[in-house]
């Protein structure tokens, strides 16, 4: 089994940055590939972007393309998310995710407890 710890979420003014951090233990592969979602409240969890393990395939929404950056260190066994320009809508519990491929993210059993993100205007 996997454990999925999140942290560095918190407050921060729009226009601003923070930085997510999601530390993986227990059972971990060179195979797998990590990701962020999140869930703003009365909303379903969305997918904001996924690394695979090598670093070398990235994918991200839309809606955070050219703002959001997910990066890897793989002897930490650790996935970062560098959010800048941060917006009001980008308010919500962000969630780590793992998968055995960037193709899979989102629908294995591995989720962190997630952390929030609160962006003011």
């Known amino acids: 089994q996997m454990q999925l710890v999140e942290s560095g979420g918190g407050l921060v003014q729009a226009g601003g940055s923070l930085r997510l951090s999601c530390a993986a233990s227990?059972?971990?592969?060179?195979?797998?590939?990590m990701g962020w979602f999140r869930q703003a409240p009365g909303k379903e969890r969305d997918f904001v972007a996924a690394?695979?393990?090598?670093?070398?395939?990235?994918n991200y929404a839309d809606s955070v393309k050219g703002r959001f950056t997910i990066s890897i260190d793989n002897p930490k066994n650790t996935v970062y998310l560098q959010m800048n320009s941060l917006k009001p809508e980008d308010t919500a519990v962000y969630y780590c995710?793992?998968?055995?491929?960037?193709?899979?993210?989102?629908?294995?059993?591995?989720w962190g407890q997630g952390t929030q993100v609160t962006v003011s205007s």
């Open positions: 227990g059972r971990t592969s060179s195979n797998y590939a």
């Open positions: 995710t793992a998968a055995p491929s960037t193709a899979t993210i989102g629908r294995y059993d591995y």
């Open positions: 690394i695979n393990w090598s670093g070398r395939s990235t």
